[in-house]
């Protein structure tokens, strides 16, 4: 938390549940700029290309530019090739799959941060979080079905892979708040990862009529506000008590599926979905009561 922020924990929850009504219609813009041929790359360059100057008016309207120097380009770097390859799995994702199944598997992200501390930080995981893993990835199975669901594998394959890519960035991600703030992050995210994604257009890249750009245009700019409106939820509230609001994407996913495309889930869905995101709050829970009870274990000392 920033030191100049107070917390403010009601305001924070509103900011979370906003961030992910936006992030959830930029999910909506994507699904329906696939199916007008749009690929995944291009949609990936705007989406950063738009970053970069909303960061930079938000900062400079602040008097905050400054806070963009990093001596840490190279983590930086990292962070963006990572994280651009684990967002277009996430795009091709929900262009491939109905809105509510690739929102769910997104919910898996906490599940594989959870294995990936075991091996990459010598995590000491305990009956309650191996019990969350247990579920939520019971909970998969029990959406996909290899073999008989009705997810294509490969959608399926995608949402997957994206989650792992997510968690593992989250970790890249924790290491580059120890000595950036999370604007700075986000700007350098988007500032290296355009021009990654600018190689690929001259392969990708077809003509647009006015409907194509605005989908384009709204990709870009209501995916950066909702990103804003989640850095700045944590900058006013904790991460266990705000990130519960994510799971509210869900219900935007499946109220987009069954209006546009009438769409509605089915039972193996609303079997698997409630693992997963039970699982999920159990990891958040547990994390947060470990915290809370080693900073008490070190003040009393």
Do not use: C
């Not at 100057?53 to 990572?82: D, E, K, M, Q, Y």
């Not at 950036?180 to 001259?202: R, S, Y």
């Amino acid at each position: 938390m920033s030191p100049t922020h107070s917390p403010r924990p009601v305001l924070a929850l509103g900011l979370r549940l906003l961030g992910v009504t936006f992030l959830s219609v930029m999910t909506l813009l994507v699904k329906l700029a696939g199916e007008r041929g749009i690929h995944v790359f291009e949609m990936m360059f705007w989406r950063h290309l738009t970053t970069v100057p909303l960061v930079l008016v938000w900062l400079g309207s602040r008097g905050n530019l400054s806070s963009l120097r990093t001596p840490r380009f190279g983590a930086h770097l990292r962070r963006a090739i990572l994280g651009t390859v684990g967002m277009s799995l996430m795009f091709g994702s929900f262009v491939v799959l109905p809105l509510a199944e690739a929102t769910t598997l997104n919910f898996t992200v906490p599940l594989f941060a959870t294995i990936l501390a075991i091996f990459m930080l010598k995590d000491r995981v305990g009956y309650w979080r191996w019990s969350a893993l247990i579920v939520g990835f019971g909970g998969v199975l029990v959406i996909a079905q290899p073999g008989h669901g009705h997810l294509p594998l490969a959608g399926a394959a995608l949402g997957l892979s994206g989650a792992f890519m997510i968690a593992l960035l989250s970790i890249l991600v924790k290491d580059l708040n120890r000595t950036d703030q999370p604007l700075t992050i986000v700007f350098w995210f988007a500032a290296m990862g355009a021009p990654m994604m600018a190689l690929t257009l001259p392969f990708v890249m077809t003509g647009h009529d006015s409907a194509a750009w605005l989908l384009l245009f709204g990709i870009g700019v209501i995916g950066t506000l909702g990103q804003l409106m989640l850095t700045l939820s944590l900058r006013l509230g904790s991460v266990s008590s705000v990130t519960v609001m994510d799971y509210s994407g869900l219900i935007w996913a499946t109220l987009f599926g069954w209006i546009i495309w009438d769409h509605l889930p089915p039972a193996t869905t609303w079997l698997g979905a409630p693992l997963i995101v039970a699982a999920g709050i159990l990891i958040v829970w547990r994390e947060h009561k470990l915290s809370r009870e080693k900073a008490d274990a070190m003040l009393s000392r």
